[in-house]
C-alpha cells in the first residue's frame, strides 16, 4: 500500500491540502495519506522531510506566495529546501505553489489554486505509483497546473 | 517535558525575544526554554543548530532585517540556512522575521514585531507539543502574523 | 556498456527528451538509455538523482521556463539542485534549459529547443564515454548551444 | 585557552584583518590567533572551515564586495557558504563585509570598516569565550556595526 | 609533489585553461597538472570535484558568462556550487569567471580574461604550496584581477 503526505499552510487562502486529498483518494483509493500543516511556506521543507521520515513514498506540498519581493525570495528558500528534501530522501516532493499576484480577482484566483492542487496530487500519485514512465507520454506537451495546457510547439 | 530555543539578534530594535519567552511560557507553562543571543541574521541559522543539539524540541528565531538589497540577501541566505538547519535535525525552526521597511511608522514596527513574535511562538508550542496535525483545523484560513489574518478566499 | 539518463518534463512545449535521446543513440550506439519524466524543472533534480541511483553513468537534464521573475526563481532553484545532484554522485548531470522569452516566434523556439538539446546530448556522450579531456580541444572556442558558436576572441 | 581563526581578502581596501587581530588580543590576552589570507570574499567559506579544523573555536570573516550587481551575487554565494560552514561545524562565523557602495568617501569606508571589524571582533569573542548568553542583555538594543547604533524601538 | 586542477569551458571566447596552466607551470615548475573541459559554467563544479577526488591539491576554474539575467543566475547558482565543492573537500576552488558585459571591446575582454586567469592561477599556487599564511602580506591592499589593482584606502 502507498502512502501519500500532504504539506500545506495555515498562511494560505484556499484550502489547498483539501483538494489535494481528495484528489488522492480518488485516483488511488488504496492510498493512505497523512496530513502536516504549518503556518508558512518556509516551514514546509521540514514537514515534508518529517512525512517521508514517517513512511510516506512521496509528498506534495501546497505553498501560499504574498505579493512583495520578500515573499519571493523565502519562495526561493523554500524551494532550494523542498529540492533538498528530494535529494536526500531521492523521493519526489511535488510541490504546488500560488503566488497572490497571479489574478486580481479572488474567484480567479481561487480557480487557479484548486487546478494545480488537484492536477498536480495526480501528478504525484503518477509518479509514486507508476514511476517515471508514467509521465512520458506527456513529455514536452506543455501542461499546465492552475492553467489550460499551453500545449505542443513541435 | 519539552525544551524551547530561542534565538533572537543584538541588531533587533524590539525585544521579540523576551516576547517569544514570555509566550511560550503561558502557552506551555511546563516547558523549559533557553535563550541563544547573536549579532545579526546571519548568526541565527548556526545559533538555531546549536539549541536543537543541547537538546531543544524546537525553536524559535527572531531577526530583523534593514531597508537595503544587501539586507534582504542576507534574508536571502539565513533563510536557506534556517531550512539547512531544520533538515539536518528534523525539527521545526520557526522563523519571524520583520523588515525595517515593513512600516514607517515606528510604533507600528514594534505592533508588528509583537503580533508576529507572538503568533509565532504559539505556533511552535503547537507544532512541538501536538504534532503536525494541530494546525490543520487551520490549513488554508489565510492566518497572518504582523498583521490582522487576510482569511479564506474559499 | 554506458548507460545514460534522460530527465524531461510535461511543461515543455517540444518534446526534447525525444531529440536527447535520438542524439545518443546516434552518437553512442552501445549505450544504453533511461528515461524519466516530470512535471517541471523543480522536479528535474530528483529524477536525476534516480536516475544516477540507478546505475546510469551520466544525465541529461531539458526544463522549459517560463516568462516570468517566478520562473526565472525556480530556474535558480533547480539550478542549485541539479549541480547539488552532480557533487553528491560525482557524475555529470548536462542541462539543457529554454526560456520561453528567447524568442517570440514558436518556430525560432523550436530551433533553439533541438539545436541545443542535440548539442548537449552530445557534450554528454563525449563527457561519459570520453572523460574531462574530450572537449578540451574546444576550450576556449565560444561554443553555444541553441544559437550559432559565438567564437574565439583571442 | 581559546583559538580564534581570522580569514580576511588581498581584495579588501582596508586591512580589517589587522584590527580585527588586534581586538581580539585585547579583548581575550590568552587567545591565540590564527591568520588566513584569500583572494577574494568567495574563498573564505574554505578558510573559515580549514581554520576551524585546525582547532579554532570561532573565527571572523572580513570581506570587501565591489559595486556590481555581480558582486552582490558573489556576496550571496559566499554568505550561504559562511552560514554552510557554520552548520557543518556548529562554531560560529562572524562575518564582517564593506560593501564599496556604502560611502562615496574613501575616508567613510574606512571608518565604516574599522567600526565594523572592531565591533564584530568583539562579538566573536563574546560568543566564543562567554556563550550564547554573554550577547543576551544587547537583545532587541539595535546594536549596529560600521554605524552609531539605531537602538531600541521599544 | 603538488598537483593542480584546470577545469575551463567550451562556452568561454577566451583559453583561460592554457593561460592558467601555463602560469602554473612557471610559478610551480615541479607541480602537476590535470585539465579538465565541460560545456558551460554550471558544470564547472562537478568537474573540480572529480579534479580533487583525483588526487589534485587544489583546483582552478575558468568560467565566462553572458550578458542576460538568466546567465547571472546560472553564474550564481555555480557560485555556490563551486563554495560546497571546498567546503566538502577543504581544498581551494579558485574561480575566475568573465562576464561578456565587463567591455564592449573584444580586445579589452581578451586582456581582462588572461589578467585574471594569470593572477588567480599565481593565488592558487600560493595558497596550495605555501598555505594560508602566503597572501597575508598582501592582506588588505586592495589586489585586483582582470584590472589594475585598487590599492589601499588605509
Request: with cysteine.
Amino acid at each position: 500500500m502507498r502512502r501519500y503526505g500532504v504539506a500545506d499552510t495555515t498562511f494560505s487562502r484556499v484550502d489547498m491540502g483539501r483538494i489535494a486529498m481528495r484528489t488522492i483518494e480518488r485516483e488511488d483509493p488504496e492510498g493512505e495519506i497523512v496530513r502536516y500543516t504549518v503556518p508558512g511556506i518556509k516551514d514546509l521543507p521540514v514537514a515534508a522531510k518529517r512525512l517521508l521520515e514517517e513512511g510516506c513514498d512521496g509528498a506534495i506540498t501546497l505553498g501560499w506566495v504574498g505579493r512583495t519581493t520578500l515573499d519571493k525570495y523565502s519562495y526561493l528558500a523554500a524551494s532550494v529546501g523542498l529540492i533538498a528534501v528530494q535529494l536526500l530522501t531521492s523521493r519526489h516532493v511535488v510541490d504546488v505553489t500560488v503566488h497572490e499576484d497571479e489574478a486580481d480577482d479572488p474567484e480567479e484566483l481561487v480557480r487557479i489554486a484548486e487546478d494545480r492542487a488537484e492536477k498536480h496530487a495526480r501528478n504525484l500519485v503518477l509518479l509514486v505509483r507508476d514511476g517515471g514512465g508514467a509521465l512520458a507520454p506527456f513529455a514536452g506537451k506543455g501542461l499546465r497546473q492552475g492553467y489550460g495546457h499551453a500545449g505542443p510547439l513541435d
